[in-house]
């Protein structure tokens, strides 16, 4: 089995957990619209859990679902409690691009925008290695729950 | 992975051909879409954020689709117990 498989495994064994702990947080039973955002939510928290507290795009879409839905919080507090500060924010000095051509600043905002977090992250070096790290977990939530729909379409009548 | 550490990248502002170099290679593994011809070492910085963009974007409009797809076809949360086993075993 190699890595991404791991990931993959290791993505499902947190999304049960979170979805188990999502559902018993609110109330039943719920509507489409409202199961769609438990499933999203806790999707989402999942792919941070399993990537736990070393990265910072995994922290900060902890900490921006925990915004966002209240019953949730304590779902992601408790997924993420032994990984608590495992990692201060590396990126410090301000990169002022003075020299760098406007498409390529505009792009990086651009990416910084849609990796969480990356707002915060000035070094580009980091903010680098945070996209491709990103990238490999979402591809395995993507993976995954694409599995578990084509899954549920079978077996559901 | 690269010798180069944090605390050098001060002094470059820009994006190094270097990272450029290594981003790409990486992408490449990732992104099978991404067909940059190497026509010298230089790729275009621009070109590669863009296509990163776009597949992130890509990406978080399928999860959002399948997260849809899911709240439907799913009939009662309770059921992820069971199905959850099978997942399991489906994907060992």
Known sequence: MNTYDMVKQEFIKKWITTLHMCDSSVEQPMNVTERKNAIRLSSDIAMAATRSGATIWSRALISRTGKNKATCKPVAHRILKKARNRMKKRCTTITRNGGAKMRVRKRTELLKSLVPGGELIDNKDYLIRETLDYIVYLRAQVDVMRTVAALDSVTNK | ?92
Do not use: G
């Open chain 2, 1 to 92: 992975m690269s010798n180069r550490r944090s605390r050098q990248s001060s002094s470059s502002p820009r994006i190094s051909d270097d990272q450029m170099i290594d981003l790409v290679s990486k992408l490449r593994l990732l992104l099978p879409e991404i067909n940059e011809r190497r026509r010298s070492d230089k790729v275009s910085a621009s070109k590669v954020l863009q296509e990163t963009c776009n597949y992130i974007r890509k990406l978080h409009r399928e999860v959002d689709n399948l997260s849809d797809r899911l709240s439907q076809l799913l009939d009662s949360v309770d059921e992820d117990s069971q199905e959850a086993a099978v997942i399991r075993s489906l994907l060992m």
